[in-house]
């Protein structure tokens, strides 16, 4: 009796848990640039902000839904050279088989709805209340519903003279008014790395 066997060849579904690292001591370094301006105020209202954040898992937990968690550490410092000594706020994460969370002082995003997938669209604030929402951005236009998108699945991304091989974009919302409130949010992560590139505009835009 002859037998034999043989493994063939198959092709893992896409998923993209890659895109959203959860492993511990794992950090991401960056570059944070912020402007507000009101110009019904004038000279005196507008402000700017720049220093470097410093994202890092340092540990995990059971959180109250009993999924496993991760505590983030995220430190700010004014000075390329200086040290990362302090602790700017906490946040938590969240990676399920079907979702990625994000509690960021106690609002929770929606960052990731897997598989990832090209057009595929999901509302990232589904566990927030329209009031909650207003007083984290300061605007009581701001809707309540935010249909992420992902875009440019497994694309190449350069910024700032850093070059990422494969990473994918989420349309967080995309609001263009010419009288009122417009508003344009989006994120792109990078393959092992995570979030790589976040922009958020806020303008309103009033007579």
Known sequence: ML???YLEDTELPFIGYDYYP???GKYV???VDSVW???QIGPIGS???HYFLRDLNESSFVDEEGRPAIRVERYSKQNAGAE???IKDVWYRTRTSKIAEQNEENIVFIKHNFPVREGKTWDGNSKNTLETLQLFYRQTNIP???DYEYINVNEPYNINGFSFDSTITVIQLDRTATLGLSVFAQEVYAKDIGLVHKQLNVVDIQL
């Open 3 to 5: 037998s034999s066997c």
């Open 22 to 24: 959860t492993e511990l």
């Open 29 to 31: 370094d960056y570059q």
């Open 37 to 39: 301006q009101d110009d």
């Open 47 to 49: 402000a700017e902000a």
């Open 84 to 86: 990362f000594t302090r």
């Open 144 to 146: 309540e519903v935010w």
